[in-house]
């Protein structure tokens, strides 16, 4: 991410290379559901083993609901899912919405992607507090992620961090 934003920092288990965009593409287009549990393994440990500060709640980046129905799963919220497990973090995945069904942001050039995915996020339950970690598969410019802190901060958090398998050299 070249700024920082509505994102306070941002964990990656390391860059978008071979073999990780082979599994992560694996998880996202192929139904590969046990890479989900896997990669959320491998942050959880990260996370514990570096001791980082943990979150009030876990918010996985959410797929517009047509998204959702094409795919038939979010794989944010699957990694999530193993992570809050480990980590004894509640997830929280009901509250927050994309409702804009924008276009994949891997095929946009930075600028588009901004425009893309600006208002793309809604908050529905009672006000925020506290810390939030985003969980989510890929950061490539950071904005998909930034536009959802700005939302979280909106909503009341006090700190986003943004937790991902992977980080292209953008």
Not at 50 to 75: A, C, K, M, T, W
């Amino acid at each position: 991410m070249r700024k920082p934003g509505f994102v306070d920092n941002t964990l990656t288990l390391g860059s978008y290379n071979f073999p990780v965009t082979t599994l992560l593409r694996s998880l996202k287009y192929k139904n590969q559901l046990s890479l989900a549990h896997e990669f959320g393994e491998k942050l959880a440990d990260k996370i514990l083993s570096e001791n980082f500060s943990l979150p009030d709640r876990l918010i996985p980046v959410p797929l517009h609901p047509r998204r959702l129905l094409s795919r038939g799963y979010n794989q944010s919220l699957e990694i999530a899912r193993t992570i809050s497990s480990r980590i004894a973090v509640p997830l929280e995945y009901k509250s927050c919405k994309r409702v804009r069904n924008t276009l994949p942001q891997f095929d946009l050039k930075p600028a588009e992607r901004r425009t893309n995915i600006k208002g793309a996020f809604s908050f529905h339950g009672s006000e925020l507090s506290g810390s939030i970690a985003i969980v989510d598969d890929i950061v490539t410019t950071g904005q998909t992620a930034n536009e959802l802190a700005k939302v979280l901060k909106a909503a009341g958090a006090t700190k986003v961090s943004l937790w991902a398998c992977a980080h292209a050299d953008y």
